[in-house]
């Protein structure tokens, strides 16, 4: 009777493995790309420029060129063994490509045979896996892509008989039983390779008896059934090699990105050996988190291996000098906010499932030197505000947005000061209060109306408001003054509220509702007069968005993180093209955006001056909602546009500004980008005109007793002069623009 | 008269780019390598994302005999490439995959407007007039002070506006184009 129910069993195992292992498909997660980088004759990027790009991709530096995944650097010159990759529109062959500078950057491309090579792109970066909630995280390679080297160590090291035994391997087994029984605790699992992969890939991780007899039937039926090859390929895809925070490392494939930040078959002897030392026990032999012991097993591999005759006594002593050479972060690369985002997106068009086990290759518009620029520059503002403004109670905390604003692709997210956090994603998440970030919006509704301009000299005076529930509403400006009669653009520029709600109030908050909803703005604001100083709750995505299209001349352009998807093996599955969609009058977005340029020379947006580049120019608002709760700033160059949040989770008062809190991290953010200035094309319909800044008449620069501004406005425009500063303005004179020129040569 | 236009602004844009000298469909390879030189002389190099570049001045008059000339936007090397990848793969009918190609060299020169007239027409021909006409108005209003490229934005705007059945609009449109460039 125990013959045959024992017969059974063995019988039910066989099917099991064999039917299990014979449809083996491993579920895959999404794998998630930066963008690649674009090299071309005339990019403005230097020699250390383009060896930091390459270090972040994991090439090497060498003196002469091996294998791909190398370069070599000489006076203004470096050669680089690109990798075979793929890319979301294709893929391209390993090749060698040699990159010339000269002072303003990359001068000339050549391929191998000295043929000019107008653009390529470097490889893209992988910055992460969409994977499932039970964390497993895997490459898979192919036997082409593995080192002939891990398969004869893995064999040295956990499975001498592995070629020749029949899953099991007993003399190891009963060495084991031995020692556990000895110490009356199982202490040597004796198993092989098989048995191992059985354990990882059927059973559970409690070491029982039965688990041992049942792992023992399965590697023998494995081994019955399948050649040594696919069960080493299958092995070496499968087991288990590290932990990342609730990702689980499983794989050589992954394992050597994850810890060496580079493809398998790049891997060296001790790197290789490394991993080997890993299967061990991972968690224990952890390289980051237990480095000396992980040192000392890896140099106990390279003995055994000497031992073997796996490579030669000499190698080993050589690769044990080695450090360990594993990359400093967990990953490399790994950006939660972004990718957040990423897979916020995804997820109108994929089920859960399909993108985290069909092995999807997503292509981002991230670019890593831009996201690392923003954290840097958030963690070390918020470091000197933590200085000036500590609270026992709460952190200060913050968000970044970057974008390109032509193509709407969104180049960075920082979701709060511990980047490697994948929680509350403040750049999506936090709903704030926008305060006089709405201020453009509000101008630029007044300017669609005819009735004003940057000149047109409004009253900064007290407001008073009824309310629908009878009671009275009577903003402030910040100063608690008012300033009397002053011109558009100092309104903005110094972001004087009273100005603006009468401005407001006269042109109807419906108006302004809508112009932000043209812009991107997704629900319609309540439409009470605090709309116009920004009582508006929203995320900094969503500032980012309404300001793309202030950035972009009046288009709106739907943010986007996503550029492409690609099916597991390489078809393209959806794209996500450009949209744009003029929402503006182009002559209007112009005549605001030269009021937000004098937001950054005469009004809130000063302090930068003293962080960025001088000459570049820029334009910006601040924003700092009631009490001071929330610290913002939005602004943009000729390259990239960037919207900071500065503020406590729980709506304390920060006790600091727009231009306090978020302008300086802006303003570093900035600066580190070497951005090109903003020079927008002057539309049809306005000139760039010289104004005084406080009253609004004509002066051109030099005019004594004057503060001569550059504002567009409309062509035609009469603006009388300021006294003793000449004879009257009219827009669009050929003084305008020779002014013009020399204001820029100035600044 | 209006069929002579519509005629001329879908088939300027569409026959591609005679407008925007690109290089002939062979000059570069596909993106399985590198793209190869240009077999045919590249336009000057215009800075990435540059304004526009005065023309070239004839060398036998002297600089001070010249008529002012117009500054005109051309394409630099590289978004050259790019745009000659792009109509190879639009002859295969991969309308998706040059329209990725266009939106690199976009990355590339972001200010050109020639780069989004190209983009626009390949929208059109992707069957997506109405994001095309989106490119247009994008394109011109790039184009401030090249009375060529603003010929062109209005040509795509035309072509655009046509393929949408919006027949009275477009022939406005490619009225523009004509005034701005009669040639």
Redesign the interface.
Known sequence: MGLVVGGAYIYYLNLLVTHQFEGLRWTLPAHVYAAPMDLYAGLPLSEPQLEHELQRLSYHGVTDLEQPGTYRATDNRVDVALRAVQFADGSRPATVLSIFFGPTGIQDLRDSSNRQVPVTRLDPLLIGSLFPVDGVDRIVVTPQEVPPLLPAALKAVEDRTFDTNRGVDPFAMLRALWVDLRSHRIEEGGSTLTQQLVKSYFLTNRQTLGRKVREAIMAISLASHFSKDDLMNAYINEIFLGQDGNRSIHGFGLASEFYFGKPLSELDLPQVATLVAIVRGPTYYDPRSHAPRTLARRNLVLQILARQGVVKPEQAQVAQQQPLGVTIGASGAYYPAYLDLVRRTLRSDYPEKELTEAGLSVYTSLQPRVQELAEQSLDAQLQVLDKRHHRHDAKLEGAVVVTSPQSGDVLAIVGGRNVDFDGFNRALDANRSIGSLIKPFVYLTALETGRYNAATVIQDQPVSIKLANGRYWRPENFTRRNYGPVPVVRALAESLNDATVGVGMDIGLDKISGTLQRFGLQRAPDQVPAMLLGAIDIPPLEVAQIYNGLADGGFRTPLRAVRAVVSADDKPLKAFPLQVTQVASSADVYEVESMMEQVMTHGTGVPALRILPPGLTTAGKSGTSSQDRDSWFAGFSGGELAVVWVGYDHYQPTGLTGSEGALPVWAHLMAGLGTTSLEMPAPEGVTDTWIDYLTGLGAQPGCAGAIPVQVALPTGTQVPPMPGCGSGTTAGTLLDRAGKLLHRLVH | MKLMLGALALGGLLAGCALLNAPPPET?G?????????QRQAPP?A???S?PAPSQESPNVPPEQQAPQQPSFTL???A???VGDAHTQEQSRNF??A???L??A???E??NPLVWIE?GRENILAGNPA?AY??G??AL?????DPRAQSSAWQLIAASLRAQGRNDEAYVAEEKAVALNPN
């Open positions: 570069s596909n993106t399985g390598g590198y793209p190869q030189p240009s190099p800075a990435p994302g304004q630099g090397p590289a050259t490439a790019l998706g995959l329209t990725e190609t939106e690199r976009l990355s590339i972001p200010r983009l994001q989106g490119m108005r994008k209003y790039l184009a401030s002070g």
